[in-house]
């Protein structure tokens, strides 16, 4: 279940051609691509506010809501797209998405029929509109997510890299990377890997998908620790200078040098990149979970997560309740115990089984 919560970034990634389907000049496939979440939300309010009828407009401001982890929110959106049009793909990945974001929350039995109803949104998105990229991959990762008995098969998510291939190739080879690896099959992951970057080598989801894939357990259990670390320094360092200033890659880069033991690497190269970077309250983001997992640079990791705080925080990432965690994490660090458990109390309020917030009061 971790996996997949980590994979939700992966998730989002819409397919390349614009869709205006039957809403004019509404097209907010390219941006969720790009991960312009903060103006896909925007666009798709001013939408409704034009025409709550818009099914387009109410599954793209799902795919943003839940990209800015407001599940909740995601959901009650993506079923409005499902009401006003059922057929249309957009709304029942949004609404598949959104039931798989739902289940990760509860993280009880109950979640299990949101993820069987996810699974069923998905493998209809899909059949509704075979071009829609973001449905290969979303199906891809849940079949090797999901256990056999819950719908889950290697095979099946193969044969979505090679629909996705058809469409995209360097994501259908990231995405068959990611199947491959998550399976422990990782020396059979490497060629596709290495294709997706030959052929991208500025794609930051791409760059973010091999390094999230190269620092996973399964690989380590491949490698071996010492191997797996040389590895993710090596490679950060090689796929940076296509990368300097997208956000997602320098949070890909920075976590691996950080499990490579070069934390000041990994907190120089954030801070580099954030006067230029495209999302700079990721990268901020980023800066104050580096502090708070290394212990190096607290109060500047305070002062950078306190501005993620107070400002738009853009999609792909923890979200709030992740920003409120690791403020917490280096106030308890610094001894102020009354402010970690204020902060950690902040983040619950917003994910209620938040269990790096949980941890903090219960070992307090």
């Given at each position: 279940?971790?996996?997949?919560?980590?994979?939700?970034s992966?998730?989002?990634?819409?397919?390349?051609?614009?869709?205006l389907?039957?809403?004019?000049?509404?097209?907010?496939?390219?941006?969720?691509?790009?991960?312009?979440y903060?103006?896909?939300?925007a666009?798709?309010?001013?939408?409704l506010?034009?025409?709550?009828?818009?099914?387009?407009?109410?599954?793209?401001k799902?795919?943003?809501?839940?990209?800015?982890?407001r599940?909740?929110?995601?959901?009650?959106?993506?079923?409005?797209?499902?009401?006003?049009?059922g057929?249309?793909?957009?709304?029942?990945?949004?609404?598949?998405?959104a039931?798989?974001?739902?289940a990760?929350?509860?993280?009880?039995?109950?979640?299990?029929?949101?993820?069987?109803g996810?699974?069923?949104?998905?493998?209809?998105?899909v059949?509704?509109?075979?071009?829609?990229?973001?449905?290969?991959?979303?199906l891809?990762?849940?079949?090797q997510?999901?256990?056999?008995?819950?719908?889950?098969?290697?095979?099946?998510?193969?044969?979505?890299?090679?629909?996705?291939?058809?469409?995209?190739?360097?994501?259908?080879?990231?995405l068959?990377?990611?199947?491959?690896?998550?399976?422990?099959?990782?020396?059979e992951?490497?060629?596709?890997?290495?294709?997706?970057?030959?052929?991208?080598?500025?794609d930051?989801?791409?760059?973010?998908?091999?390094?999230?894939?190269?620092g996973?357990?399964?690989?380590?259990?491949?490698?071996?620790?010492?191997?797996?670390?040389?590895?993710?320094?090596?490679?950060?360092w090689?796929?940076?200078?296509?990368?300097?200033?997208?956000a997602?890659?320098?949070?890909a880069i920075?976590?691996?040098?950080?499990?490579?033991?070069?934390?000041?690497?990994?907190?120089?190269?954030?801070?580099?990149?954030?006067?230029?970077a495209d999302?700079p309250?990721?990268?901020?983001?980023?800066?104050?979970?580096?502090?708070?997992?290394?212990?190096?640079?607290?109060?500047?990791?305070?002062?950078?997560?306190?501005?993620?705080?107070?400002?738009?925080?853009?999609?792909?990432?923890?979200?709030?309740p992740?920003?409120w965690?690791?403020?917490?994490?280096?106030?308890k660090?610094?001894?102020?115990?009354?402010?970690?458990?204020?902060?950690?109390?902040?983040?619950?309020?917003?994910?209620s089984?938040?269990?790096?917030?949980?941890?903090i009061?219960?070992n307090?």
């Amino acid at each position: 279940m971790k996996r997949f919560v980590m994979s939700l970034s992966l998730l989002l990634v819409p397919a390349l051609q614009a869709s205006l389907h039957a809403n004019g000049a509404f097209a907010p496939r390219a941006d969720l691509e790009a991960g312009r979440y903060l103006k896909v939300l925007a666009d798709s309010e001013a939408q409704l506010r034009q025409n709550p009828g818009n099914a387009l407009a109410w599954a793209a401001k799902a795919q943003a809501l839940l990209a800015m982890q407001r599940v909740g929110e995601a959901l009650a959106a993506a079923q409005k797209a499902v009401d006003l049009n059922g057929g249309l793909a957009d709304a029942l990945l949004a609404r598949g998405m959104a039931r798989a974001g739902v289940a990760v929350q509860q993280r009880n039995l109950s979640s299990f029929r949101n993820i069987s109803g996810g699974l069923s949104d998905m493998e209809a998105a899909v059949k509704a509109d075979p071009t829609l990229a973001s449905g290969w991959m979303t199906l891809g990762i849940a079949y090797q997510t999901l256990p056999g008995l819950m719908g889950g098969s290697t095979r099946k998510a193969l044969q979505c890299a090679d629909n996705l291939r058809r469409l995209n190739p360097p994501r259908g080879d990231v995405l068959q990377g990611t199947i491959l690896s998550m399976a422990g099959r990782w020396n059979e992951a490497v060629p596709y890997f290495g294709r997706a970057l030959a052929l991208a080598p500025a794609d930051p989801d791409g760059v973010y998908g091999y390094l999230d894939a190269l620092g996973s357990r399964e690989t380590r259990n491949a490698l071996g620790a010492a191997e797996q670390k040389r590895r993710e320094a090596a490679e950060a360092w090689r796929l940076l200078p296509n990368v300097r200033h997208r956000a997602k890659a320098i949070e890909a880069i920075t976590d691996a040098l950080l499990e490579a033991d070069q934390p000041e690497n990994a907190w120089t190269i954030a801070t580099q990149a954030l006067p230029q970077a495209d999302f700079p309250s990721l990268v901020r983001l980023q800066l104050g979970k580096l502090a708070a997992k290394s212990g190096l640079h607290r109060q500047e990791g305070l002062t950078h997560l306190d501005q993620v705080l107070h400002e738009p925080l853009e999609g792909g990432s923890g979200g709030y309740p992740a920003a409120w965690w690791r403020k917490a994490q280096i106030l308890k660090d610094l001894g102020r115990k009354d402010e970690a458990r204020s902060a950690a109390q902040a983040a619950l309020r917003l994910d209620s089984k938040h269990s790096g917030a949980r941890k903090i009061l219960d070992n307090d």
